[in-house]
């Protein structure tokens, strides 16, 4: 097959992926995601790997909504209090690091927990409040998971970062945010 020819099946096979995946998510737990994000004081979120480059461009763009946003390491993270909220991301939900952190941020502050994810079942589900479940291949191989044309967990990598986009969008309209004005939180030293 011709390179051009095979470059259009490629992008019409990873398009209909995002799309199955995307309407896979169950809007109500999105919701809860919105409600928790407008409600908290901060928004942390910590992941690793690819999905917590995904999750860093979601952290910019709700700060780009005027949310206060934070990703754990960044060099001026604060303190996170009880009235914030970690968004962990991990596809498998038994990630050492991301994991960790949420155990801690249970144990010291007791803040709300939200797990973007895949396995249901991981040790996560005994930290988290709830789950928003991207039910896509991981490396577990569950039952239930939307298999995937692509490497590894790309498939949820680009779902977390889509999610969080849609989720953006969403705010903008509930909260009648003026799509102009929110230049005023773009970063403006470029």
């Not at 095979?6 to 409600?35: F, I, M």
């Not at 969080?164 to 309209?173: H, N, P, S, T, Y």
Request: glycine content about 6%; hydrophobic content about 40%.
């Amino acid at each position: 097959m011709p390179f051009a020819e095979e470059y259009l099946k490629t992008c019409s096979d990873v398009t209909a992926e995002l799309e199955r995946t995307l309407k896979s998510v169950d809007p109500t737990q999105l919701e809860r995601l919105k409600d928790e994000i407008l409600k908290a004081d901060q928004v942390f979120f910590v992941g690793v790997g690819r999905v917590m480059l995904a999750l860093q461009c979601v952290c910019k763009r709700l700060a780009h909504l005027g949310i206060k946003a934070h990703y754990v390491g960044e060099i001026t993270e604060p303190a996170i209090k009880k009235d914030d909220l970690l968004i962990v991301g991990s596809g498998s939900g038994g990630s050492l690091f991301p994991l960790g952190i949420a155990k801690k941020a249970r144990a010291v502050v007791d803040c709300t927990i939200v797990h973007i994810g895949s396995n249901p079942n991981s040790e996560m589900k005994d930290v988290a409040d709830f789950m928003v479940r991207i039910p896509v291949r991981t490396k577990l191989y569950l039952e239930d998971e939307i298999d995937s044309c692509q490497p590894m967990t790309s498939l949820f990598e680009q779902s977390v970062l889509l999610l969080g986009d849609v989720l953006a969008k969403m705010i903008i309209e509930e909260e009648n945010l003026d799509m102009k004005g929110l230049w005023q939180y773009h970063a403006n030293l470029e």
